[in-house]
């Protein structure tokens, strides 16, 4: 069963699909263990929280691909993960996230300066220049050294913020007849427009809705978003946004009080034992 059929059974297994994102091997072995059946990796995560730096396109298809085979060199969860506007060359794209053991990618309209799709600013390729896109992403499941033809490409629009409702959903229909086995319709702010998303692209074709905090959607619920035809919820960054709370809170704490006392009658602290359960790790096994 290759990386790309698991996604796809994971999608079929829940309604919805919840995608949490993951900064790195370790957090995506807890999400596993926890229960999750499908991980993903966010450009915008894999910027800021490994690489200390901001989501606007400098990252290179080794950074994803190298953080992509880390993840699931150790993880069986399948991952989704993105591509930004695919580095200039789709189908070669497609063709390294296979070989690193992503089950599918999402690849975007915006321009190659991308920026955060919940970031104002934005601009989008033409209609015509996103389907070639998506047609070389396509070449990739089975042109490459590995191939996958259950490796989903999910074609993600901005062009709510560039061009209105109707010509998001109009684009969207042209990115399914082009080979999109998926959508990512990003940013939209009112759950009937999920609905009528659906209503365009027919019951087959998964759709993607991304409930990052602080964007410009409302907190939507995986029930309500279900009940509008979503297929899968994203929660892009919001495991490292909790770290990065948690993590302030405790620097503040130890430089205040001196110790790490607190953290650990408060359980915060974990002991060693159960960090080695995550990776599996036994020092007293023989093997």
């Not at 995608?19 to 091997?25: C, H, I, K, S």
């Not at 400098?58 to 993960?81: E, G, H, Q, S, W």
């Not at 939209?188 to 609905?195: A, G, I, R, T, W």
Request: some cysteine.
């Amino acid at each position: 069963m290759t990386a790309g059929s698991k996604f796809k059974q994971a999608i079929r297994n829940n309604k919805p699909l919840q995608l949490l994102g993951v900064l790195n091997p370790y957090m995506a072995l807890q999400l596993q263990k926890s229960g999750f059946d499908a991980a993903y990796l966010s450009g915008g995560g894999l910027a800021c929280f490994t690489h200390g730096i901001p989501d606007v396109g400098v990252l290179t298809m080794t950074d994803f691909t190298d953080a992509i085979y880390k993840i699931t060199r150790v993880c069986n969860t399948p991952l989704l993960a993105d591509c930004d506007t695919g580095f200039g060359n789709p189908e070669k794209c497609v063709q390294e996230y296979i070989k690193a053991g992503a089950a599918g990618l999402h690849i975007e309209d915006q321009t190659e300066d991308k920026r955060c799709g919940h970031l104002d600013g934005k601009s989008t390729v033409s209609t015509a220049e996103m389907v070639e896109r998506i047609k070389q992403a396509v070449k990739g499941k089975t042109s490459g050294e590995i191939k996958d033809d259950d490796f989903m490409i999910m074609a993600r629009t901005d062009a709510l913020a560039t061009e209105g409702f109707n010509a998001a959903v109009s684009r969207i229909v042209s990115y399914v007849e082009a080979g999109a086995d998926a959508v990512f319709a990003e940013a939209m702010p009112d759950l009937e427009q999920y609905k009528r998303i659906r209503e365009a692209i027919g019951p087959d074709v998964p759709l993607l809705a991304n409930v990052t905090e602080y964007g410009k959607i409302d907190l939507f619920t995986s029930h309500e978003l279900a009940e509008q035809g979503v297929d899968i919820v994203l929660y892009p960054v919001s495991l490292a946004r909790g770290m990065h709370g948690v993590l302030e809170n405790w620097l503040t704490e130890i430089k205040d009080t001196g110790t790490t006392q607190g953290m650990v009658d408060r359980g915060e602290l974990r002991p060693r034992s159960e960090y080695n359960a995550v990776i599996d790790y036994d020092p007293d096994r023989d093997d």
